[in-house]
């Protein structure tokens, strides 16, 4: 199944831990948990949520207002609950990659070396903050002792690996190319 069809299952599992939440609510949660191996955009949460509510996989609850504005809040059904479990127990489909700097370092050897070594080291930098960033997250879950937690944990420890893994291929790929290009030089 593509990622838009996968997006109800992020929605629905959000829901479930969450209870209750607005579209905008759940992006939010989302920003600060799952951004980093599964995101979602506004422009794909409203339809996803407006769908799921038609196959009455969730429903809209009363909800206070919120700074003068109606929200519409939704739930989990019990059909819900069901497909997420039922989607939960099946195995993961196969990973499939789609790395920009990859790709444009495969075809390196095109532009000068100079420009791969930046596209690297900008990376490097991006992973720098998000490794930050993972660490943070990683104190907050720690002091809670929940199960939702645990979860949370194991997932974030796959991320901080292979942050630190790529920050390390980084260093190898700027030095490798480095030494080429003095050897281009000679």
């Known amino acids: 199944m593509a990622k838009s069809g996968k997006s109800q299952f992020a929605i629905l599992g959000m829901l479930a831990i ?101 596209h690297l080291k900008k990376y490097k930098k991006e992973l720098e903050t998000k490794l930050s960033s993972f660490r943070e997250i990683k104190n907050e879950l720690s002091s809670n002792d929940s199960l939702e937690s645990l979860y949370g944990l194991i997932t974030l420890d796959h991320g901080i690996r292979q942050v630190s893994t790529s920050l390390e291929w980084c260093d190898k790929a700027i030095k490798t190319l480095r030494s080429q290009g003095i050897k281009n030089l000679n």
């Not at 209870?19 to 599964?38: A, I, N």
């Not at 909800?63 to 003068?68: F, S, Y």
């Open 18 to 118: 969450l209870k209750k939440s607005s579209g905008y609510d759940l992006k939010k949660h989302m920003e600060s948990s799952t951004q980093y191996f599964w995101k979602e955009t506004f422009s794909s949460i409203y339809p996803v949520l407006e769908n799921l509510e038609k196959q009455k996989l969730i429903v809209k609850i009363d909800a206070p207002l919120k700074n003068d504005r109606k929200r519409n809040v939704y739930k989990l059904t019990s059909a819900g609950q069901n497909i997420l479990k039922n989607w939960l127990a099946q195995p993961p489909e196969d990973i499939q990659l789609r790395n920009e700097l990859l790709l444009k370092l495969f075809f390196g050897n095109l532009v000068p070396l100079e420009i791969n070594i930046e």
